[in-house]
Nanobody, 128 residues
């Protein structure tokens, strides 16, 4: 069974940092495109970051570019999202997601369309 479990959420003051982790089981994460999405209170789901399983390319939403970094730890079958210089508008539920290869869609596609498998989410609260 494909399963994704997020951890590392919590509360932090603006300017602080958090590191989200997503543990994958039931599949080898290296064979998948992975991503992070978030949903702010009262708003729709937003694509935050994507790491291609095909060519290793990455995408970031303009709102987080330069502050967030997506990475893989293939030995632990885990994906991370390092979030620095957090802002109150970063508050929301963060979801880890993954899609298998093929098809070899770009990260741009997945950020727009979503992915096949999803974690249950981790709450991140950034106070001013």
């Amino acid at each position: 069974e494909v399963q994704l479990v997020e951890s590392g959420g919590g509360s932090v003051q603006a300017g602080g940092s958090l590191r989200l982790s997503c543990a994958a089981s039931g599949f080898t994460l290296d064979d998948y495109t992975i991503g992070w999405f978030r949903q702010a209170p009262g708003k729709g789901r937003e694509g935050v970051s994507c790491h291609s399983g095909y060519d290793g390319s990455t995408n970031y939403a303009d709102s987080v570019k330069g502050r967030f970094t997506i990475s893989r730890d293939n030995a632990k079958n885990t994906v991370h999202l390092q979030m620095n210089n957090l802002k109150p508008e970063d508050t929301g539920v963060y979801f880890c997601a993954a899609s298998p290869l093929p098809p070899r869609y770009s990260c741009n596609y997945y950020i727009r369309a979503g992915m096949d498998y999803w974690g249950k989410g981790a709450l991140v609260t950034v106070s001013s």
